[in-house]
């Protein structure tokens, strides 16, 4: 190793030049290696991936039903997109849906960040509450709308008890996931308990990666408090809020497990996000070709929203 | 904290600041605990506290919600019921004294072998798979490296719903659903995602040099990759496999429109354990119990990688 600054970048082309070398590397070349290591994991998401995704654009097209796989299939063009972006019920479970993305990532932020401005001030023991504080995002999200369906009980959860113990009010008078009007609340209360910890995270990085000596300048300078923390703290960690806005906006707007068994989508359709009006169309009415076709407009959307979000994020961080 | 700063540095909150944070923290901390602890305090009620108004915080455990879920029961008359022997274990104690017998073992205990196997096998593929790649695409020159990097990411951004028609399609085809194998293939296909991104940060960070000097030893790359890379990236493929794990064993959109019986989960199972009249809230509540002591066992484990791991990398310390 007598010049380490040529042979990294020798590595970084991955073309030893000493011949001495040369001769001495036996066994596959870096080209074939890097061939025969890479491929199996492309091979893997093809077929199980990108094979799919062709497969659902051409059914799409057509009038497939998977419950009757031998009557004929009669390609239909774009009649189903058509008749997907002309239909209320889709525009009112993308109403829903952005609803929630809004709202739970909103209240997710808020609490996320406020709670990981609290750990940064490392108070006695905070390690240990902030494990304690992560744990609900590790769980299993179905299993959690399984066990918050039992604290929202009516006559017997601890949800109604809690509030009913605080506002007065009769525990069985009101019904969190019965309700049209509380159900929605009912969802973002729990996603928000379950997600809050994941922006936090993020955030508390953010927060830490910010140098002491910027806040010694400030307090040279005499800034505020609140001037500190407008003009430094938030800035400074905002690339960070906007990637956990990025993960929570992407991870909701396919929201599924959880309000399946919260709610199912009701009462009525109140609940109805896109993932659950997708898996109704799909494996309840069978209507393959037209939730074919519903599925790839909601990968586009994801797709195109994360991609503009993505270009806003690297403009955050370039500042 | 950067060496410079002396415990009496400007920007040290002072000790009031810091008591009235951890307090707030703390305060969330209790009130985020209160469903989980809920949860397990349900497991150990009788059916009858379970389900009382007000809830009951202190009550006489019993294990009849664990034998719930273990067991299937079946009704009988009294007079059969004296005519049996002693009862088979306390299980049966517990069932007699409600006029019924254990009648044999309930689908629990399948399903969860069935979360283990599709759990550790979809694991230890997309981990396999997932550093041969990772290691490629931190060391070699690629063609089209970004684009065939951000392929593999974008798979992660597909609805599961979405996935499901097609694969639920395919899977019919081949004869792949409902079976374990057909699910380990799945998951290891959303997970080599996660690990081949995980894994390039990790092997990112080891220096170059060593395996460049062992080559100029005599080693080849292979061997190189190995006996020197592989020892060094021993952390980084432990935490990546337990966030694969994690994700095999939460899932449960696909798990719910794939599996019926033979290849079920855990998690699209223990939400339908019916009781006699309604759910068996104490069977659900220990089913739950026991099937999130592993995540709480690994989230302790994971503390120093959590971070890298829900974003896949991008944010690492």
């Given amino acids: 190793m007598n010049d380490l600054s040529t042979s990294s970048q020798i590595t970084y082309r991955a073309v030893p030049i000493r011949s001495g070398v040369i001769r001495r590397i036996r066994g596959l070349s870096d080209r074939t290696l890097a061939w025969i290591f890479i491929t199996p994991t492309i091979v893997l998401l093809l077929a199980i991936n990108i094979f799919p995704l062709v497969w659902t654009i051409y059914l799409s097209f057509t009038n497939y039903r998977a419950n009757r796989p031998n009557a004929p299939t009669i390609w239909l063009g774009t009649d189903w997109y058509q008749s997907i972006l002309t239909d209320p019920d889709i525009w009112a479970a993308m109403q829903v849906t952005a609803h929630f993305v809004v709202w739970t990532v909103l209240i997710e932020t808020v609490l996320g960040f406020g709670l990981a401005f609290l750990i940064d001030k490392k108070f006695r023991g905070h390690g240990l509450w902030t494990t304690i504080i992560l744990l609900p995002m590790m769980l299993s999200p179905a299993v959690v709308g399984n066990f918050w369906t039992f604290l929202y009980q009516p006559q017997i959860g601890l949800f109604n008890y809690v509030v009913a113990f605080f506002t007065g009010r009769d525990a069985s008078s009101f019904q969190m996931l019965g309700d049209v009007t509380l159900s929605p609340w009912a969802i973002v209360i729990v996603d928000a308990w379950m997600w809050t910890p994941y922006v936090m995270l993020i955030c508390l990085a953010g927060l830490r990666s910010i140098p002491d000596y910027i806040y010694e300048a400030a307090e040279v300078d005499r800034a505020s408090n609140w001037r500190q923390f407008w003009s430094i703290t938030l800035p400074m960690a905002l690339p960070f809020i906007m990637l956990a806005v990025l993960f929570r906006g992407i991870e909701n707007f396919k929201m599924f497990d959880m309000v399946n068994l919260l709610t199912g989508g009701g009462p009525g359709s109140t609940t109805e996000v896109a993932s659950i009006t997708l898996k109704r169309a799909a494996f309840e009415s069978w209507r393959t070709g037209y939730s074919s076709a519903f599925a790839i407009i909601l990968f586009v959307t994801v797709f195109g929203l994360a991609n503009i979000y993505v270009k806003a994020l690297n403009r955050v961080k370039s500042r | ?317």
């Fill in chain 2, 1 to 317: 904290m950067s060496a410079a700063n002396t415990a009496h540095s400007v920007v040290e909150p002072s000790t009031g600041t810091r008591r009235f944070a951890g307090l707030l923290v703390i305060l969330y901390a209790i009130i985020t605990m209160v469903p989980l602890v809920w949860i397990v305090l349900t497991s150990f009620k009788s059916p009858d506290d379970a389900i009382s108004y007000p809830p009951k915080v202190f009550f006489k455990p019993s294990l009849e919600g664990y034998c719930n879920v273990f067991t299937t029961r079946s009704r009988q008359t009294r007079e059969f019921i004296r005519t049996l022997g002693p009862p088979q274990g306390l299980c049966d104690k517990i069932a007699r004294s409600r006029n019924m017998v254990v009648a044999g073992p309930s689908n629990y205990v399948p399903r969860f072998i069935n979360s283990l196997i599709i759990a550790f096998g979809s694991t230890v593929l997309a981990v396999a798979l997932g550093t041969l790649s990772a290691y490629g695409f931190s060391r070699f020159r690629v063609p089209l490296k970004d684009d065939l990097l951000f392929f593999i990411l974008s798979t992660r951004m597909m609805p599961p719903i979405a996935v499901a028609i097609p694969i639920y399609l395919m899977y019919r085809t081949v004869g792949l659903s409902d079976t374990r194998l057909g699910m380990i293939l799945l998951y290891t296909s959303v997970n080599v995602s996660l690990a081949v991104w995980l894994l390039k940060g990790f092997i990112d960070e080891i220096p170059r040099e060593y395996e460049e000097a062992a080559m100029i030893d005599g080693y080849t790359r292979f061997q190189a990759f190995v006996k020197v890379v592989l020892p060094q990236a021993t952390t980084g493929i432990a935490a990546t496999a337990i966030f694969c794990l994690i994700f095999a064993w939460n899932e449960y959109a696909f798990a719910v429109l794939l599996t019926s019986g033979n290849a079920q989960t855990a998690p699209p199972f223990i939400p339908i354990i019916i009781g006699e009249g309604g759910q068996d809230w104490p069977a659900v509540a220990a089913g739950t119990t026991i099937f999130l002591v592993p995540i709480v066992v690994f989230t302790v484990l994971l503390r120093k990688h959590l971070l890298r791991g829900i974003t896949f990398g991008a944010v690492r310390k």
